[in-house]
């Protein structure tokens, strides 16, 4: 197949950006731990101090010793500390640890009205060992043109996230319409909207469990005024809790599958079973 050397350049250019992204100090790859906070003060793993809630706010208590500081202020947590978010916030809270005390930066956050803490270590082996996402070879096949059709208003569909604790909400602003090669009929998904009116789109396919996780996201380019839209499943990717058990991301929809392969985009991120 020849395939235009710009295409190509552009795909690396994406995968580039996108395994440098994953690479962050304190992204993804640096989960340690996923635990509910409870309305009595108490210790948590991988964490010193006592922590707590009392379904409004959460509240930390620590001492000096603890070598607790504020990511936004570097001021040490000396005493008791509180902070409060909306259902789907995050706040990268406090850090602790390594010679500059910030090798791990512990998360609060609040999802199915419950507040949770994350802890995210630069030194965790996912991270340090991490040399890409593999993924299938670019094929501009799996580039097509497909037709956005909106809903009058959008709908909150329930859905089910990675944490089987946590339920969560998937708003369809509308359908993306679009055929694929090897199929004999179109395929209609639900979609998201995103900032500057991108969409995403969540999706099952007949790879999964076996070369690709179990899901995958693509985002498209905001529809054109006659609201056809590109879909380059070249660009499909993995959500976090393909590479980390402590994730709650959002499964797809019912119904946005796909009855065949989609080989393209990015694959398991470890072998199965690894």
């Known amino acids: 197949m020849d395939i235009p050397t710009a295409s190509i350049e552009r795909w690396q250019r994406f995968r580039a950006n996108r395994n440098k992204a994953l690479a962050a100090r304190h992204g993804w ?24 809630t009392n379904g409004t706010t959460a509240s930390l208590t620590a001492v000096p010793d603890d070598g607790l500081t504020l990511v936004e202020t570097g001021e040490p947590v000396d005493g008791t500390v ?6 789907e ?32 270590d630069s030194g965790s082996p996912a991270l340090t060992g991490f040399d890409g996402v593999p993924t299938y070879a670019y094929n501009p096949d799996w ?4 037709q956005f059709e909106p809903y009058p208003e959008p709908v909150d ?17 509308g359908e993306v319409v679009f055929r694929l090669p090897g199929s004999p009929h179109e395929f209609r998904l639900h979609a998201e909207e995103e900032k500057l009116g991108a969409l995403t789109v ?66 398991l991120p470890y072998p199965p079973g690894s």
């Not at 790859?29 to 707590?52: H, I, K, M, N, Y």
Request: glycine fraction near 8%.
């Open 143 to 146: 580039e097509v043109t497909g």
């Open 82 to 87: 509180t902070a409060a978010l909306a259902d």
């Open 202 to 267: 969540t999706f099952h396919d007949e790879t999964n469990g076996d070369t690709t996780d179990d899901w995958r996201k693509l985002s498209t380019p905001r529809p054109r005024p006659d609201g056809s839209v590109v879909l380059d499943f070249n660009r499909a990717i993995n959500y976090p809790s393909a590479f980390t058990p402590y994730g709650t991301c959002p499964m797809p929809v019912r119904n946005n599958s796909l009855d065949i392969r989609v080989e393209a985009g990015e694959q």
């Open 157 to 173: 569909v329930p859905i089910a996230t990675a944490n089987p604790l946590v339920d969560g909400v998937h708003r369809s602003v």
């Open 89 to 120: 916030e995050s706040l990268m809270w406090v850090q602790f640890g390594g010679p500059d005390g910030d090798q791990v930066v512990v998360e609060l956050a609040m999802r199915a009205g419950r507040y949770a803490i994350r802890t995210r």
């Open 29 to 52: 790859l640096t989960l340690t731990s996923f635990q509910w906070l409870e309305d009595v003060p108490a210790a948590v793993e991988r964490a010193p101090g006592l922590w707590s």
